[in-house]
């Protein structure tokens, strides 16, 4: 890898905070009792949708304690106010402004209450999803929307799937570059039957779909009695998106969507090689006589219709032998501590030592251009 004036960058994985009063101001009447707010005590400030019987999250989970990190010591998530967050957190301006210092052309930006996607009640959560959706684009990403790539929210559930699909054609007709599912919805698998209808219409739309991790819930990471319940929940998260991937290829899902393009947010690629080769094996011994029947193997499948993304994996970029580098891309996670600002330059020279610069430059900037469509100069033609 080369060195000398900073590399240009391109996240797909970054985030927003809400302003505390969106759902507030732009929820329908008949659900401002239950609307995510913002709300105040004297152990500090947190993230709430009352009368749903969600926890309370910290505000400092998500754009606050970046400043901690930044001094070198990451501070616990209580104590904070919301005036405390990172101004790039849910100011545009002062956004790009960090980008800027980072090297980054552009983002693709998540949201930072990703709670929203496991509000039990379906009926307001397609409310706040919509709600969200258009703040997203109406008083965020518009400041510099060839920069600020916004992820449209699919509200699923406990449901019908129709409200994701009138969701997903609302906002491919202006322009959508790309759209955001949860790992996980309880108690139904992502091959399931009751998605088939979503997987078409998304298919013919042509747009990418991205599962972050940590929006929804995987039961078996979130139990609240589990002994050190942070740290099951914070890793099986991301462990979660293997699951994620076998759900969708073992329920046939790219078999009879071949055109579909699915991403695997924020879990890392260090996973991938073992994964793969492990699910290659067992489908040489036995595809003869498993339901549903593949044409392909899963490694295939994964060539063809996924992507994953990371924002620090040495280990992962070490088996760049065994992987695709067009299937892989780099984030930056703004403005979480699992991610690398303000050493987002510093971070990408550590994971690629010794790596082609082609290499670097197709998985931390082209890559992204390639599948989002983005109209920006690629590093290296094409």
């Given at each position: 890898?080369s060195?000398?004036n900073?590399?240009?960058l391109?996240s797909?994985?970054s ?7 969106l ?13 995510p707010?913002?709300q105040?005590?004297e ?5 709430i949708?009352?009368n749903?019987?969600m926890s309370p999250?910290?505000?400092g989970?998500?754009?606050?304690m970046?400043n ?5 010591v ?12 990172r101004a790039g957190?849910y100011?545009?301006?002062?956004r790009?402004?960090d ?5 980054v052309?552009?983002?693709v930006?998540y949201?930072?209450?990703l709670i ?15 709600a ?7 008083e965020f990403?518009?400041h ?6 916004g992820?449209v ?6 449901g019908?799937?129709e ?7 609302r906002?491919?007709?202006r322009?959508?570059?790309?759209f ?7 108690g139904m698998?992502?091959g ?12 013919e739309?042509g ?11 995987v039961?078996?990471?979130n139990?609240?009695t ?8 914070a890793?099986g ?6 699951w994620?991937f076998?759900?969708?290829?073992y329920?046939?899902v ?6 579909l ?11 991938i090689?073992?994964?793969l ?5 067992m489908f ?8 549903p029947?593949l ?7 994964f ?5 994953a993304t990371?924002?620090d994996?040495r ?10 580098e067009?299937r892989?891309?780099?984030a ?5 501590t699992?991610?690398?600002f ?8 550590h994971d690629?030592?010794d790596v082609?610069?082609a ?5 931390t ?13 690629r590093?290296?033609s094409?």
């Amino acid at each position: 890898m080369s060195t000398g004036n900073p590399r240009p960058l391109i996240s797909v994985d970054s985030h927003v905070v809400e302003p505390k009063d969106l759902w507030l101001k732009r929820l329908p009447q008949r659900f401002q009792h239950q609307a995510p707010q913002v709300q105040s005590t004297e152990q500090g400030d947190y993230f709430i949708v009352p009368n749903t019987g969600m926890s309370p999250k910290p505000v400092g989970t998500e754009g606050a304690m970046i400043n901690t990190k930044i001094n070198g010591v990451i501070t616990k998530p209580t104590g904070y106010r919301f005036e405390d967050q990172r101004a790039g957190a849910y100011d545009p301006v002062a956004r790009l402004e960090d980008q800027d210092s980072q090297g980054v052309r552009a983002e693709v930006v998540y949201p930072g209450w990703l709670i929203v996607h496991s509000i039990p009640d379906f009926d307001l959560k397609v409310a706040c999803v919509r709600a969200y959706n258009d703040w997203l684009f109406e008083e965020f990403c518009s400041h510099a929307p060839d920069r600020l790539i916004g992820a449209v929210a699919l509200p699923v559930g406990n449901g019908p799937v129709e409200p994701a699909i009138e969701e997903a054609k609302r906002w491919a007709a202006r322009g959508a570059k790309t759209f955001l599912l949860p790992q996980a919805v309880p108690g139904m698998a992502w091959g399931d039957a009751h998605w088939e209808p979503l997987w078409a219409v998304l298919e013919e739309i042509g747009v990418p779909v991205g599962f972050h991790q940590a929006a929804g819930q995987v039961a078996i990471f979130n139990d609240k009695t589990t002994p050190g319940v942070f740290w099951t929940t914070a890793i099986g998260n991301k462990i979660s998106l293997g699951w994620v991937f076998m759900q969708l290829v073992y329920g046939a899902v790219p078999e009879r969507h071949p055109n579909l393009r699915f991403i695997l947010v924020e879990g890392g690629i260090g996973w991938i090689a073992f994964q793969l080769n492990t699910m290659d094996h067992m489908f040489t011994d036995h595809h003869r006589w498993t339901v549903p029947e593949l044409s392909m193997k899963p490694s295939e499948y994964f060539n063809r219709n996924f992507w994953a993304t990371f924002e620090d994996d040495r280990p992962g970029i070490l088996t760049l032998p065994m992987l695709d580098e067009k299937r892989l891309m780099w984030a930056g996670d703004y403005p979480h501590t699992e991610g690398n600002f303000p050493f987002a330059q510093e971070q990408v020279a550590h994971d690629f030592q010794d790596v082609d610069d082609a290499v670097v430059s197709a998985i931390t900037h082209d890559n992204a251009i390639d599948l989002f469509g983005l109209d920006i100069p690629r590093l290296v033609s094409s």
